[in-house]
């Protein structure tokens, strides 16, 4: 079971804290509590009411066994959803977010494949048949997917949803799946606009400790999901374990059917003809056959 949200470690994580009151986008009015010293403070019940909001979603796509990827390139949060995502078997971009990853997805596909062929020039002995030069050259291109794109190299296919770490840094992602209709959930601070998001979550997104603190949220509820998943699937096989026992039932009860399909009806008419048959054919005297033939 998914831990509760308190408001308490909400605020011990410090996910309250908002933006400078000058820095402010009037669209999250409606998530702000006060302002304190020139910061708006954040309404934490409602984060908490939010955050449940998004758990249920994001449990929903992980049980339907679809990708959520999560998106952060800021210092203080790429760590945090690498290991997280890790935990939850999804897949993450915390480097430089590649333009076109899902406009232009079959491309990034054909760059993660490239990865794929040199590995195997390596396991097949290719690789060393080539210069040092362009040893080196490929090693530097691995490399270079590796970083930016081995996070995704399961990902076969356009996620069913985004989550994302501070939506004004990542607005080119955000841009993407709004043109792909794909759901994007999202760390929110009082400097963006919440209206493009579909599940928005109030949240201080510059501080590492307030980012842990909801990735843990999120996170266990995609493992929860997960986990809803494989034990349907093990059901699912215990059915199917049923079914073939029912189909190699013990051939007597088949062959007792057989047996009593064959066995000829038991009619009046029957049994007088069966008895007819069994009854010893008489000899006629000779005085008979006399009388018969005058």
Known sequence: MAKKIEVKDLLEAGVHFGHLTRKWNPNMAPYIYME?????????????????EANEALKKIAASGRKILFVATKKQAKDIVA?????????????????????????????VKKMASIDRMKQDGTFNTLSKKERL???????????????ISDMSRLPAALFVVDTTREHIAVAEALKLNIPIFAMVDTNSDPRVIDYVIPSNDDASKSIESIMNFVSEAIVEGLSERKSGKDDDSDDEEGM????????K????????????????EDVEAMKEAK??????SKKEVLNEEE
């Open 137 to 151: 050259a490929v090693d530097r291109l691995r490399a270079k997917l590796e970083k930016n794109l081995g996070s």
């Open 36 to 52: 304190r010293n020139g910061i708006h403070i954040i309404n934490l019940y409602k984060t908490a009411a939010k955050i449940q």
């Open 244 to 251: 073939e026992k029912k189909a190699k039932a013990p051939k």
């Open 83 to 111: 290991e997280k995502a890790k935990n939850a078997n999804m897949p993450y971009i915390t480097e430089r977010w590649p333009g076109g990853m899902l406009t232009n997805f079959v491309t990034i596909r054909k760059a």
């Open 253 to 268: 009860e088949k062959e007792v059917k057989k047996a009593k399909a064959e066995v000829p009806s038991t009619d009046e």
């Open 279 to 284: 009854e010893p054919v008489r000899q006629k």
